[in-house]
């Protein structure tokens, strides 16, 4: 497209005129034609213009630096509150620091995010199951009670069940007195 109004006519050049005079006094298309007329010509000054983009992009710069800052902060402070719940969790359960490693390892192997569950995990896994009985130690002998115990029950299913619970508590009667 040609840039000269040369084989214009006058009527068409008072069009040009208007329609730019229209757009440059207009608020709603005043900041856009300005845009444009610097797009196609960037080397021209339109204090506008060059003003508004030069105070954007300082406030791009201020936005990114304080964006970076609180990341930081935010990071510094998740750091702290992981080493204050982990020097809890150290404190509560007695733990040395090599006890704390390996409450971490356990964190990752286990995938528990939290260092008192993590913790009382490992607290557990240290701990020596106690010993059960078995028919080779002498354990208590139960006995379950006769057919004349139950015959009162037959038919009445409540009478059946505080039958059990009688006989169930005497069971571990006789267990707590050995």
Do not use: C
């Not at 610097?38 to 204090?47: D, E, F, Q, S, T």
């Not at 506008?48 to 609180?70: F, P, T, Y």
């Not at 701990?127 to 009445?156: C, I, L």
């Amino acid at each position: 497209m040609s840039q000269s109004l040369e084989g214009l006519t006058v009527d068409q050049v008072y069009g040009f005129a208007n329609l730019t005079n229209t757009l440059v006094n207009s608020p709603e298309t005043r900041e856009q034609f300005l845009n444009l007329v610097k797009i196609a010509n960037p080397g021209l000054v339109v204090p506008e213009i060059d003003a508004k983009n030069q105070v954007l992009a300082e406030l791009n710069q201020e936005r990114k630096a304080r964006l970076a800052l609180e990341a930081r902060i935010q990071e510094r402070e998740i750091r702290e509150g992981i080493e204050r719940k982990k020097t809890e969790v150290q404190s509560k359960f007695g733990f040395s620091s090599g006890d704390m490693a390996e409450v971490e390892k356990v964190m990752l192997d286990e995938q528990i995010p939290n260092y008192e569950t993590a913790a009382k995990y490992l607290k557990a896994s240290r701990q020596v199951a106690e010993k059960s009985y078995n028919h080779t130690s002498g354990s208590p002998q139960v006995t379950m009670p006769d057919a004349s115990v139950w015959k009162r029950g037959f038919g009445d299913g409540s009478a059946l069940k505080q039958i059990a619970l009688d006989e169930a508590y005497k069971a571990f009667s006789e267990i707590g007195s050995n």
